[in-house]
């Protein structure tokens, strides 16, 4: 088993930047990836971005692309989202999640390979 607890969400205005962290528990060593999403209410759960745990490559939704940065620290078991210029529509809850499969590219994408959730934590932006 494999825990995942966020912090770093919050309220902030447009044009503004926060900081997902993401600190990974437990059996950590079959992780193969980890990946953040979001999920605004009524919609359904969407890819944010994914970083292979091994070697460091990284994967990001059109959408939020050369916005926001995902990076890791093998040591420290943890897995940041660097959020910069937020808009309105970037307002959800997000998701860290953890996967023990391959994946390289867009097979990155679909949350249902996952296999570890964190609790979630909100984000807010405020036009």
């Known amino acids: 088993q494999v825990q995942l607890v966020e912090s770093g969400g919050g309220l902030v205005q447009a044009g503004g930047s926060l900081r997902l962290s993401c600190a990974a528990s437990?059996?950590?060593?079959?992780?193969?990836?980890m990946g953040w999403f979001r999920q605004a209410p009524g919609k359904e759960r969407d890819f944010v971005a994914a970083i292979r745990w091994s070697g460091g490559s990284t994967y990001y939704a059109d959408s939020v692309k050369g916005r926001f940065t995902i990076s890791r620290d093998n040591a420290k078991n943890t897995v940041d989202l660097q959020m910069n210029s937020l808009k309105p529509e970037d307002t959800a809850v997000y998701y860290c999640?953890?996967?023990?499969?391959?994946?390289?590219?867009?097979?990155?994408?679909?949350?249902?390979?996952?296999?570890?959730w964190g609790q979630g934590t909100q984000v807010t932006i405020s036009s």
């Open positions: 999640a953890a996967r023990n499969t391959y994946c390289l590219g867009s097979l990155c994408y679909d949350p249902t390979p996952y296999d570890y």
């Open positions: 437990g059996r950590t060593f079959r992780t193969y990836a």
